[in-house]
């Protein structure tokens, strides 16, 4: 069993943070491959299936992002878990926009959902980082995480959310690359190799020479055709 952890704050005004992408991962996978609704438990909502004989369970803490790891510990605790069976879903400033990648154990960085996290679990867990850029200066961090994705931000938003649902099945089985590889294929697919050939430019020929000389009136004298005539 693994016990997959989406961070984000409760409530409609955060739905749509940057904060909340890992809640919006976990929405993805659970409507994409038919996992039971999400029901309130463990201080936050909890939906569960199975990816080939492989039971994941979803957690979505709702005891606001600091306190994240309160919710984590119980539902780790509660499924005699280890640390090493959890995954976290969560944003990554460090990462540009549409980039993910794994990690396994390290510090939080700061992050304090994963810093809280840390306290009641230890270090020793996964993390599935989901970029969202960063807003130049440390000091807008929070204003910036805190604020809904730009619209012009959905197209790649989207793109990322339905890789990670891609990949699930290949995560659930502990292959990151295959993960990875999914979310990239939607993120930055490979171009066709079947493109349409360019068109040539069409070739400009010497009308003169297509053509031919135009007749034109002879005006040689008879004797000089004659002698033209044995050159």
Do not use: C
């Amino acid at each position: 069993m693994q016990l997959w952890v989406g961070l984000g704050n409760p409530g409609a005004k955060y739905a749509k943070n940057r904060h909340n992408i890992g809640w919006m991962a976990l929405d993805r996978i659970a409507e994409d491959h038919s996992f039971a609704p999400f029901r309130s438990k463990f201080q936050g909502s909890l939906s569960e299936g199975k990816f080939g004989s492989e039971k994941v369970m979803l957690l979505k803490p709702e005891t606001f992002m600091n306190l994240s790891g309160q919710s984590v510990g119980e539902a780790m605790r509660f499924y005699k878990l280890d640390s090493t069976d959890v995954t976290v879903f969560h944003d990554e400033i460090d990462l540009a926009p549409a980039k993910v990648r794994g990690k396994a154990g390290g510090g939080h960085a700061g992050h304090n959902g994963l810093r809280s996290i840390h306290q009641h679990i230890g270090p020793h867990y996964d993390r599935v980082r989901l970029g969202v850029g960063h807003p130049g200066h440390k000091d807008r961090v929070p204003g910036y995480v805190l604020s809904d994705f730009a619209k012009a931000d959905q197209e790649w938003l989207d793109d990322v959310l339905r890789g990670v649902s891609d990949g699930a099945p290949r995560l659930a089985e502990g292959d990151g690359g295959k993960f990875l590889n999914a979310v990239a294929l939607r993120t930055a697919p490979p171009r066709s190799s079947k493109s349409e050939p360019k068109k040539s430019a069409p070739v400009e020929t010497d009308k003169a020479v297509e053509e031919g000389p135009k007749d034109k009136p002879d005006a040689r004298s008879p004797l000089q055709k004659l002698v033209d005539k044995f050159r």
